[in-house]
């Protein structure tokens, strides 16, 4: 079965808008200069055009490395993968208050700003286990995945007496700021299931994969007819914080359409393709006048919260670049 979580939350710009690979020699001096100067051995260079900012993997003594510089040439994030022996002994000695015996797999220093965090991986009986550890040894960050017998009790009671017998994929645990949460995910009745609790077994989010006879007829009408008929792909319900969220995706007229929806009717996003000639006017003349030798690939329309934006993906020869538009034909944001 295919994995749905967070079906139009990954379908987001941020989600659909991925680093871009460019040839050094079209990286700008200013950026290339900032780079070379601080890793002059570098090797094996790839570089990456995300957001804005300049994405670089490379190899120093090979030990791999990755920086993000922004558009002046400054350095915005460092990670480096470490040896054992360069882990500071603060954060070992965090790790043993939770861990006593572990043996080190993967360790990365991780410099953002002023701030520096250690990332510790290791097995133990083939469960990973993963610190996120500031240079002053506070933890910032655990997880683990679980053995069934280190889930508590109460979570299968809850699990089978309210939803039914199910197949467990991933059991999981993790702990941010002090904070506990039991995360279990696995198929009930062939659909997925995922629940979070407490330490002290409270539910605090709950998400299900729907078959289309589990989709409110109130939902489904509204959609006909505000959009027209959704031939439903996929649909989840989500439940947090006392919100009661419907993921929906799916055809309308041969052309896809995503929707999340609080309660049955409220829609909190819609997101649909265009064909070129559904672009609206001042958007299509803001593309001719700013990207006049680049074709139009892909048109999306995006409403948000009453607000209305257009994702363009345009292409030159290899390049590719996507323009958020306003509804006035004003550039938002070009990645």
Known sequence: ?????????????????????????????????????????????????????????????????QVRLDNRGRFVKHEQDLYVSEIPKVVLETIRKKVPFFDVDDADRITEGKKIVYEINFEIDN????????ERGKLLNYRKELKKSEVPDFIWSYIRNTSGN???????????????????????????????????????????????SEIPSETKNFIKNKYGNLDVDRAEYNEEN??????????????????????????????????????PTLVLN??????????????????????S??????RKSRNNIYVIFDIHGDVIEER
């Open 1 to 65: 079965m295919k994995r749905i979580v967070g079906l139009i939350i990954l379908a987001l710009i941020v989600g659909n808008i991925s680093a871009q690979k460019i040839d050094q020699k079209n990286v700008p001096a200013v950026i290339l200069n900032a780079f070379q100067v601080k890793f002059p051995t570098a090797d094996d260079v790839d570089w990456r055009l995300d957001k804005g900012n300049y994405r670089v993997s490379f190899e120093v003594n090979d030990k791999d490395h």
């Open 127 to 134: 469960k990973d286990h993963d610190f996120w550890i500031n």
């Open 166 to 212: 199910m197949d467990v994929e991933h059991r999981e645990y993790t702990e941010e700021n002090g904070k506990g949460v039991y995360w279990i995910d696995g198929d009930i009745n062939n659909m997925e299931h995922d629940f979070y609790f407490t330490e002290k077994g409270k539910l605090i989010k709950y998400r299900k994969e729907l078959k289309n």
């Open 242 to 279: 006392g919100k009661y969220i419907y993921y929906l995706s799916g055809e309308i007229s041969d052309k896809d359409h995503e929707f999340t929806i609080e309660g049955k009717t409220k829609i909190l996003l819609h997101k649909q393709d265009l064909r070129n000639s559904e672009i």
């Open 286 to 307: 803001a593309v001719k006048t700013k990207y006049g030798d680049y074709d139009i690939r892909d048109a999306d329309l995006r409403e948000e919260n009453g607000k």
């Open 309 to 314: 934006t257009y994702i363009i993906r345009l």
